[in-house]
């Protein structure tokens, strides 16, 4: 306990977490685009031969597609998080830390998926981590608005903080049915960002 | 219409877009220079070896140079247009990550057009990007425009509207002329900015 | 003497200086995902191949989460480091440009240690190089403290500057361990980041 | 004529120039480091062979040293120019951009240097960029100081000026003396960082 204490300490500025954060977003969705390969063709003047490579890549296209819009909600929805915060400590720190952690690790199965798009593993595994990536966000938000809002700030509501849930429920749902035909894992994953893009509904007020 | 409606809402910090945004261009201005291999050399002290294999590799240095400077401008026009916003809604937002996916794509269709400039769908997919690009722009601009205009600012008159299409029609130009001539299209897209990059004229003022 | 006077002089501006090495940070921490490398399978659908090419890369993937972690640490450092500053000046400049040099070469002897993990020079290498940004980081916080200190700011105190060394003497004895077993000196790296992510207590005041 | 008044017009914001070159700084100090590459060594467990791979690519290490430190002198003078301009118009955000451009561009040659130390052209290409890259920073300098420079600031003297020449000049004499001894061209681009690292004599002042 004692140790979970100092963590609650220090006053750290919010504007370099912030700085250091975007420049790890910024760099996830830019590498990603290193995984789309030019293809090697034997006739370089070819047409057919490139029209052929291209839509083989297909899948690292869509995957590169989907990772971007995931990355870059996840961008907005930490802009808005930190927002609210009225100071840092290193609790906050770590818990950011361990959220670029898995953000920065978003290129590895992304290019996996787009690999192995028929590849059960391959294709849960992309899940799994969007799903703890989800859950890592949770746990910044958790302890951000129970410890560290600003007065003026509003805590998320309970239907919020249960509309949160529905991102690792529907990547965890693709995960499990990447198992029984990958194709559907994959389109799952596809059909979660649209739900989610969507700006909340505002609270209606009880006057 | 109602989920339309959600979109203009929110009360988002225009610096942290500016920093994400700026961010991305820095590093896809940057990754370009990763298409430029180092040639294996079967002599490694041999000059005319070295020479012949950077020679080879002109078209990747000219595809090196011209999409850098397209993203630099397409960096400044951002910079401008921003700079007239009063504040950020949700839409404005996914406009602008819309924009910054077509930027941080760039790499794979320069790397293409480096590596093969005789073959007509790689030069005419390079300016097929580039003019999604710039219409992506467009709409970032016509949304921030008609809804978030500051006070002081002024909105783009038609006549510097339409010169906003000269880019991605010059860039359809070329890549309909790849179809006929491959080099055809490339040197199009090598003139096109050396008009943008001319300042706009100023607007003449009715006293 | 009179050379290192004049490396005394100048006012720089700290944000540019923060901003540069945020930078430096979170390319730092992105980049070591390139390490993960996608495996080639003989046969794309099949799970157990790639489960198998997947544990295999096991040792990548811990020394990617072990850089991860202790970059984070060293940008937490420099952010507290920095706030303390009043100014800048040449010689500050160039201390924490030799500080992110050896940042930015924290990549290369992490791909070494997750390529050869059972090779004791790989695993001593890693230890060597934290040591030395260890060190590099002593250099700059020295400096800082005895020349540039803000009226506010608290100098460390000698328990502080003891714990300090405590990063330097556990990384050099996990390099010396590698000597004897490789995987003793990888657990040493392991255990090391455990002791300092929690934050230091606070000195008792004497009243 | 009038052409080049347009680029004379425009107000924009230095903040954002500054972000977008500190991101493309930061990348290019950051990305040498992916020239240094994990060797392939046919006993994983021997350390002679690793040690005998990693002293092979010395000229690499040099090389990305020798760059590293070079792009932070060019961050450092880019930085102090940048503080001294009252505002900036298109023209230096396009000087601005060209000299970002040949920082981007150091990549490729310092690669080049580290694979090829002993052919002549490798060695004086890396003399010539940066030759070229310092004659970039000096145009932008002699636009700056003539058209933007602050009230408050000080445009530099005559021997101010003729010794930001040192540094082509010193460049231009290493890829001269590559053609006769390689190994003499790479010294004398280390030998050239020396003089300039050290901060510039305070002008004596006439009282």
């Known amino acids: 306990v004692r140790l979970l204490q100092r ?85 906050l720190v770590w818990l950011n830390s361990l959220f670029l952690l898995g953000q920065a690790f978003i290129p590895f199965p992304t290019a996996l998926l787009g690999e192995y798009p028929a590849n059960p593993l391959a294709v849960s595994l992309f899940g799994l981590v969007m799903a703890l990536n989800t859950i890592l966000f949770i746990s910044l938000q ?3 608005t129970t410890h560290l809002l600003r007065a003026q700030a509003q805590a998320p509501s309970p239907r919020q903080i249960r509309q949160g849930f529905v991102g690792p429920l529907s990547y965890l749902t693709g995960a499990a049915a990447a198992w029984m035909y990958p194709p559907l894992g994959f389109l799952l994953y596809l059909v979660t960002p649209l739900f989610y893009i969507v700006p909340p509904m505002p609270e209606p007020r009880i006057e």
């Open 7 to 91: 963590f609650a300490r220090g006053e750290l500025h919010l504007t370099r977490i912030e700085a250091f954060s975007d420049g790890v977003f910024a760099i996830v969705v830019t590498l990603l685009v290193l995984e789309l390969k030019v293809p090697a063709l034997a006739d370089h003047r070819s047409v057919a031969l490139l029209a052929a490579a291209l839509t083989e890549q297909l899948p690292k296209f869509l995957s590169w597609l989907l990772s971007f819009i995931i990355v870059c909600k996840f961008w907005l929805n930490h802009h808005q998080l930190l927002s609210q915060a009225r100071s840092a400590n290193y609790a």
């Open 142 to 144: 958790a302890y951000l």
